[in-house]
């Protein structure tokens, strides 16, 4: 076969396509993707990276603007992974609080270059400190993450529509990202074998748009159906524990379910606010599944329910995070064209969440979902001084649709003007002091313009705060 030839069949055979993707470096090691910044904590910074072919990799940090030594983290002949690459984590410990960290990335002796800077931030310990006034902060949120692969594609127009946006986010100076789901898309040829799961995790990684995002801010996720399995999969997949642990590789959360409840769901703290991934699809059962003949039916599973009630309650006691935003896959309050993926598919469900919210008191509720290729803002009100909120970012490069002249623009829960059908991302901001506190809300096209804002009072999430 001449070179031509076997360029072709590397492109259109996916065999061969994997072959020259894992060994694109016999040679010499190579950073194939990050550095991202993962979970930060008030004595913690995680970086993690993926490499191939190398046999030492080391993290060089030191606070920022300081001329002492370097401390150092080290991974000798890190392990190789079925798709051929080595994801691996740095956890930098022992760290002081509310501090700036630079760090450089040594490979094999030889320093990697960037355009943007290595930093990281730990936390700073506000909490009963001077005023108590907790530090503004931002975030970012977007599902519905494609990224072609020709050999691997359904046939016809692309469904990945440009990844520019990634770099518009990476501009916005935000705290952190939070992924809301189908973050990765596995195809067909993905789904079906353990080595399928990890290429695609690791392709979708190294997108170059992609790096600069990764490096700015720390990055938390939870999944919906494309990185779990095929298409609206349900807990029956065969290989959702391989999903589960390419989900963990690939991502920095702090915690992952529970010893004996596998799962993507944790929470982690951020200034006032806590903030709770949920898992929609380890134990999700089937969307078709009729309620009125499956009482029980569920998407996060009795175990994962009482956890999301307990850890609401913990977080309620602590008194410092009056807000807590719920992260899932799937929308929560749509009703109208929601469809059975969403939680009114799952009303029983859903109804327990929201009595539980109401009946025991919790305040300051806000959830964030993706998955509908729309994003949208949504609310119910549960008692006659508070409302629930609903955030819906989507996608961020697959493919979209016109929401806005859609049955799901009647919805009685959707703050109107605010459905938009295009490629986006959105912006939470929280502001002003404890008891002048404001969550403003941006949607941002990826043309970099702001297509809706809205800003949203504490009042009418029910959190009052009473002057010193």
């Not at 050999?151 to 501009?171: C, N, S, V």
């Amino acid at each position: 076969m001449d070179t031509i030839g076997l360029l072709k069949a590397i492109l259109l055979t996916p065999s061969l396509a994997l072959a020259a993707f894992t060994a694109s470096n016999v040679y010499g090691g190579e950073l194939i993707s990050g550095p991202m910044l993962g979970h930060q904590s008030h004595m913690e910074g995680q970086i993690w990276l993926e490499t191939q072919g190398a046999d030492l990799v080391e993290v060089f940090y030191r606070e920022k603007g300081t001329i002492g030594p370097e401390r150092v983290w080290r991974s000798e002949n890190p392990v190789t992974n079925k798709a051929g690459v080595q994801p691996m984590l740095a956890i930098l410990s022992l760290l002081e609080m509310g501090k700036t960290f630079e760090y450089r990335v040594v490979i094999d002796g030889v320093e990697q270059e960037f355009d943007y800077p290595l930093e990281f931030r730990t936390t700073e310990q506000w909490e009963w400190r001077s005023n108590d006034d907790p530090p503004d902060f931002a975030f970012l949120t977007g599902s519905c993450l494609y990224i072609n692969d020709e050999p691997f594609d359904r046939p016809g127009t692309p469904y990945g529509k440009g990844t520019e946006i990634l770099l518009h986010m990476a501009d916005t100076g935000a705290d952190f990202m939070l992924w809301s789901g189908d973050n990765v898309y596995l195809r067909e040829a993905d789904f079906s074998s353990e080595t399928g799961i990890w290429y695609r995790f690791s392709h979708t990684r190294r997108t170059p748009d992609l790096q600069p995002l990764l490096a700015t801010m720390p990055h938390y996720a939870t999944w919906d159906d494309h990185e779990f399995g095929s298409n609206d999969a349900n807990k029956s997949f065969e290989f959702k524990a391989v999903a589960l642990e390419a989900f963990k590789t690939y991502f920095t959360n702090p915690t992952w379910g529970e010893p004996d409840n596998p799962g993507v769901y944790s929470k982690f703290f951020w200034g006032d606010a806590a903030f709770i991934l949920m898992d929609n699809h380890y134990y999700r059962d089937d969307p078709r599944l009729d309620p009125a003949m499956f009482p029980d039916k569920t998407q996060f599973g009795a175990r994962q329910v009482d956890w999301l009630k307990q850890s609401l309650l913990h977080i309620k006691d602590l008194g410092l995070y009056p807000y807590k935003f719920i992260v899932t896959g799937n929308q929560f309050l749509a009703t109208v064209g929601a469809g059975n993926n969403s939680h009114h598919g799952y009303q029983r469900e859903r109804n327990e969440i929201l009595d539980f919210i109401r009946n025991h008191d919790i305040r300051g509720v806000v959830f964030v979902t993706g998955d509908v290729h729309h994003s949208g803002l949504y609310r119910q009100q549960i008692r006659p001084d508070q409302w629930v909120y609903e955030v819906t970012s989507s996608p961020l490069s697959s493919g979209s649709w016109n929401v806005e002249e859609s049955d799901k623009a009647m919805d009685p829960a959707v703050v109107q003007g605010t459905l938009v059908g295009t490629q986006n991302f959105v912006q939470v901001e929280l502001v002003g002091t404890k008891v002048d506190r404001k969550i403003r809300i941006k949607c941002i096209d990826k043309t970099n313009t702001e297509r809706w804002a809205f800003t949203i009072d504490p009042v009418e999430l029910g959190v009052v705060h009473d002057a010193d």
